[in-house]
């Protein structure tokens, strides 16, 4: 079956700019989770939601990340007045269940800001 | 505040040898450490997991050993193949929602 997809895979946004990034999740699974991950560094953690539920959105960095799933499957990341510092790929992961379960990640979106 | 490290950048192998890739986490309440494997303009596949009730687990050419005392994991490739080199990161999670990640090494199997 299809994995975990994204789009667009790159953007390009001026600074000020606000960007929206879509995860589809593999079909069936409840958990979504969106990282971010800074040149030579490793993935970070922003949200995770179960089903359409966020239950956790402590690493957002600023309130200019916002983060939905509204009917449980597709989710977007949109971030607001987007800053330089937001360059990074933005990576979605899921998962069939929710805590300590494998990880499935999608390619990413590479967004850069300038 | 780094709580998963990977203190090795990178790492060359001849192919046919071990590969041998280090972790080490400072959160004693992490029970499940997982590594990925990531080839450029993909997103990391999962490799192989353990969980802090044992400490060791294999699959195929890939184990993976636990030395929870020590705070310690570490993946083993053997043998290594061109085909593995890529980028690895290890994760662990505890009792929260968080995975959290190391920094990767870039392994690079010469053939």
């Known amino acids: 079956g299809a994995g975990v997809s994204q789009s667009p895979r790159y953007k390009v946004a001026k600074r000020g700019q606000d960007v929206a990034l879509r995860c589809d999740p593999i079909?069936?699974?409840?958990?979504l989770f969106w990282y971010q991950q800074a040149l030579g560094q490793g993935p970070e953690f922003l949200t995770y939601f179960q089903n359409e539920a966020q239950l956790d959105k402590s690493g957002l960095p600023s309130d200019r990340f916002f983060a939905e799933r509204p009917e449980g499957s597709v989710s977007t990341l949109k971030i607001q007045r987007t800053q330089q510092e937001d360059s990074a790929v933005y990576l979605c992961?899921?998962?069939?269940?929710?805590?300590?379960?494998?990880?499935?990640f999608g390619p990413g979106t590479r967004l850069l800001v300038l | 505040d780094q709580q998963v490290k990977q203190n090795s950048p990178s790492l060359s192998v001849q192919e046919g040898r071990i590969s041998i890739l280090n972790c080490d986490y400072t959160?004693?309440?992490?029970?499940?450490f997982l590594w990925y494997k990531k080839y450029p303009a993909e997103g990391p596949t999962f490799l192989i997991s353990?969980?802090?009730?044992?400490d060791k687990n294999e699959d195929g050419r890939f184990t993976v050993f636990l030395n929870k005392s020590a705070k310690h994991l570490s993946l083993h490739i053997v043998p290594s193949q061109p085909g593995d080199s890529a980028v690895y990161f290890c994760?662990?999670?505890?009792?929260?929602?968080?995975?959290?990640f190391g920094t990767g090494t870039s392994l690079t199997v010469i053939p």
């Open positions: 992961a899921s998962s069939s269940r929710g805590l300590a379960t494998t990880q499935y």
């Open positions: 079909s069936g699974h409840v958990s």
């Open positions: 353990i969980s802090s009730i044992k």
């Open positions: 959160n004693s309440m992490f029970d499940y």
């Open positions: 994760a662990a999670s505890g009792t929260g929602n968080q995975f959290y």
